[in-house]
């Protein structure tokens, strides 16, 4: 009993964690992006849409990686792997900006392109979280909606405390410039 509690814990913080870094991402994403290409609408849309397109196709994937082999080995791996793209933003930005510019899709399409090499990668994975989490917490399926509940409320608390702690902490610790 003890142990499956923990596991439930495990479980909410790694959903947590995921929420938070997504929202991070997509913030210090807009750092990296609009010096390049300007604080434009293209820019500001390309950042939005490509977020919530690695975040779908990572939840429809997550779910059915979750489905075929629900292991915490598989979890923890995913977990891993994005958290390893995550740290890997900064190096990756400044040839995939570059890549952009040197295409001439402009400011425009640039920033879709930028956007996508950036945090495409990063937001899939994380986007697999939720559905994973899903799986290897549920108990029975008469309990399913609430888990579910429970789990999506607990990763859009990460991402909102992900929006402000980056903007408001972040940001201006670590003295990131537009």
Known sequence: MLQNIRFN????????????????????????????????TSTWGSLIG??????????????????????????????????????????IAPSALALSLSLGLGDRYGPVLATTLILG?????????????LRMGAQQLASLGNLSGNLYSISTVGSILGTFGTVFVLIPLWDVRS
């Open 9 to 40: 814990a495990w479980l909410r913080v790694q959903v947590f964690v995921s929420g938070f870094a997504i929202m991070a991402l997509e913030l210090l994403g807009s750092r990296l992006i609009t010096p390049v290409f300007g604080n434009s």
């Open 50 to 91: 490509v977020v919530l397109a690695g975040l779908a196709g990572g939840y429809q994937y997550g779910g059915k990686l979750a489905d075929r082999s629900p292991t915490r080995v598989r979890f923890s791996t995913i977990l891993f792997t994005g958290a390893v793209f995550v740290i890997l933003v900064p190096f």
């Open 121 to 133: 990668l990063p937001t899939f994975l994380l986007g697999m979280t939720s559905p994973f989490a």
